[in-house]
């Protein structure tokens, strides 16, 4: 099993910037993807941008040309760079491994963007 910790989660104004770490350790090997999530109350959980093991990278087209997602292997980190931000970005933000048959998540991150 993988642990992830995330962290540099704020508050920040609108046109702000904001960097997202995702450490993981454990059965690192294991992982194919990581990626991060964002949820806000009443709503479901969605993809912001994934990394494969390859180093594939995909965003989601409400953060295309903003938010950056990256990795740091030797430090086995993951990194959203997070650009121009804007109120509608604010949430909680989740780190993600997917295994072959199962996934794992981080415990949560709240981003806040204010107007």
């Known amino acids: 099993q993988v642990q992830l910790v995330e962290s540099g989660g704020g508050l920040v104004q609108a046109g702000g910037s904001l960097r997202l770490s995702c450490a993981a350790s454990?059965?690192?090997?294991?992982?194919?993807?990581m990626g991060w999530y964002r949820q806000v109350p009443g709503k479901q959980r969605e993809l912001v941008a994934a990394?494969?093991?390859?180093?594939?990278?995909n965003n989601a087209d409400s953060v295309k040309g903003r938010f950056t997602i990256s990795r740091d292997i030797a430090k086995n980190t993951v990194y959203l760079q997070m650009n121009s931000l804007k109120p509608e970005d604010t949430a909680v933000y989740y780190c993600?491994?997917?295994?072959?048959?199962?996934?794992?998540w981080g415990q949560g991150t709240q981003v806040t963007v204010s107007s």
């Open positions: 993600n491994a997917k295994y072959v048959w199962s996934e794992n």
């Open positions: 454990g059965n690192i090997l294991s992982i194919r993807v």
């Open positions: 990394i494969t093991r390859d180093g594939s990278t």
